[in-house]
């Protein structure tokens, strides 16, 4: 399935929860998406979360 038709998608499911749903609905199914998306990308390889959970190997600290 294209990026296209992904945006597609969740673009027109976030306009179905704004318009049936309100503004809570919209911003309830963004990040939801949003935590999907995370979850898709750590199982498929493609997220490493140590960048976010702070791995502790910094390299060396510029001055």
């Known amino acids: 399935m294209s990026m296209a038709v992904v945006g597609l998608a969740a673009g027109m499911a976030l306009g179905f929860a704004g318009y ?5 609905a919209f911003l309830l199914v963004a990040v939801l998406g949003a935590v999907g998306l995370a979850v898709g990308r750590f199982l498929d390889g493609d997220l490493d979360p140590g960048q976010f959970l702070g791995s502790g190997d910094r390299g060396e600290r510029r001055r």
């Not at 049936?20 to 809570?24: P, R």
């Open 20 to 24: 049936f749903g309100g503004f809570w």
